[in-house]
T-cell receptor
Framework: GAVVSQHPSRVICKSGTSVKIECRSLDFQATTMFWYRQFPKKSLMLMATSNEGSKATYEQGVEKDKFLINHASLTLSTLTVTSAHPEDSSFYIC?????????????????FGPGTRLLVL | DQQVKQNSPSLSVQEGRISILNCDYTNSMFDYFLWYKKYPAEGPTFLISISSIKDKNEDGRFTVFLNKSAKHLSLHIVPSQPGDSAVYFCAASANAGGTSYGKLTFGQGTILTVHP
């Protein structure tokens, strides 16, 4: 299956600093990538949809200036948490979409990265 | 507002028996539903999906049932195996037709434990 990587897998930073998380599709080109956030024992919450070469579309309630998304190439999207605070501590997961064969039919599928655990002290 | 709900945080099943994971949704615009499986420290992996034009989709040991009138879907795993132990998420999309489903809304997940 398609592989999506995230780096770093875990990061601890001081309050007020910025943290960049990378999402890469390793063996396919993804025109669309998604960024999710997961709180403990909660569902994955979509933060934004990132399209290569254009501005990201943010979900309601997600601060654009706080969570900067750049999708510079078909295989790389980055999420930068700016001026991080303890409440930004969370599990961030990206996904990249591509067409695949699902039960003998062409179907777009989202492939998820392993996630990044962010802890802001 | 939780539009997709998995009300059972956990489920424990004996190996060989059937596992039934449930999911409810409130948004009548959802027309495509997916189940994902997630192991610790890994991202979710796609399991099976169903379009709202169907009420059942089967793939090997996994069957998803959709009851549109009740806004309810379920995932049946039979027979259950210890390797099925993971967190299962249902997700929904309000994309009308085509092969692209785009934005997903996830449930909270259900931890399935299959005992040998």
């Amino acid at each position: 299956g398609a592989v999506v990587s995230q780096h770093p897998s875990r990061v601890i930073c001081k309050s007020g600093t910025s943290v960049k998380i990378e999402c890469r599709s390793l063996d396919f080109q993804a025109t669309t990538m998604f960024w999710y956030r997961q709180f403990p024992k909660k569902s994955l919450m979509l933060m934004a949809t990132s399209n290569e070469g254009s501005k990201a579309t943010y979900e309601q309630g997600v601060e654009k200036d706080k969570f900067l998304i750049n999708h510079a190439s078909l295989t790389l999207s980055t999420l930068t948490v700016t001026s991080a605070h303890p409440e930004d501590s969370s599990f961030y997961i990206c996904s990249a979409s591509r067409d695949g064969m699902i039960q003998n039919q062409v179907q777009e599928t989202q492939y998820f990265g392993p996630g990044t655990r962010l802890l802001v002290l | 507002d939780q539009q997709v709900k998995q009300n059972s945080p956990s489920l424990s099943v004996q190996e060989g028996r059937i596992s039934i994971l449930n999911c409810d949704y409130t948004n009548s615009m959802f027309d495509y539903f997916l189940w994902y499986k997630k192991y610790p420290a890994e991202g979710p992996t796609f399991l099976i999906s169903i379009s709202s034009i169907k009420d059942k989709n089967e793939d090997g040991r996994f069957t998803v049932f959709l009851n549109k009138s009740a806004k309810h879907l379920s995932l049946h795993i039979v027979p259950s195996q210890p390797g099925d132990s993971a967190v299962y998420f249902c997700a929904a999309s309000a994309n009308a037709g085509g092969t692209s489903y785009g934005k997903l809304t996830f449930g909270q997940g259900t931890i399935l434990t299959v005992h040998p």
